[in-house]
């Protein structure tokens, strides 16, 4: 079992940045691939960016590739996501999700387990 817990979201102005962290309970973070998703009022949620277990490979969505940047640190079972530029359409609960699948981290359900979520609004 794996509990998750995301910060770092808030209210920014466009064009600022954001950098939102979820840490993960637990002694076998590094097993675990991670994704982070967001969900707008009356949207579906979307997948951002996902990371594999090592941190050698990282994923993005093209609406936020050149601007996010995910990351995790393994010794401090965390995981990651910088936000620059951001714009007013990436307003939405952001979560970070955990899963033990290599492939369909682009997809809810390549994921086991997620997190409440964190708020995140953009101003124009």
């Known amino acids: 079992q794996v509990q998750l817990e995301e910060s770092g979201g808030g209210l920014v102005q466009a064009g600022g940045s954001l950098r939102l962290s979820c840490a993960a309970s637990?002694?076998?973070?590094?097993?675990?691939?991670m994704g982070w998703f967001r969900r707008a009022p009356g949207k579906e949620r979307e997948f951002v960016a996902a990371i594999s277990r090592s941190g050698g490979s990282t994923y993005y969505a093209d609406s936020v590739k050149g601007r996010f940047t995910v990351s995790r640190d393994n010794a401090k079972n965390t995981v990651y996501l910088q936000m620059n530029n951001l714009k007013p359409e990436d307003t939405a609960v952001y979560y970070c999700?955990?899963?033990?699948?290599?492939?369909?981290?682009?997809?809810?359900?390549?994921?086991?387990?997620w997190g409440q979520g964190t708020q995140v609004t953009v101003s124009s």
């Open positions: 999700a955990a899963g033990w699948r290599t492939i369909g981290l682009a997809r809810p359900g390549g994921y086991d387990y």
């Open positions: 637990g002694r076998t973070f590094s097993t675990y691939a």
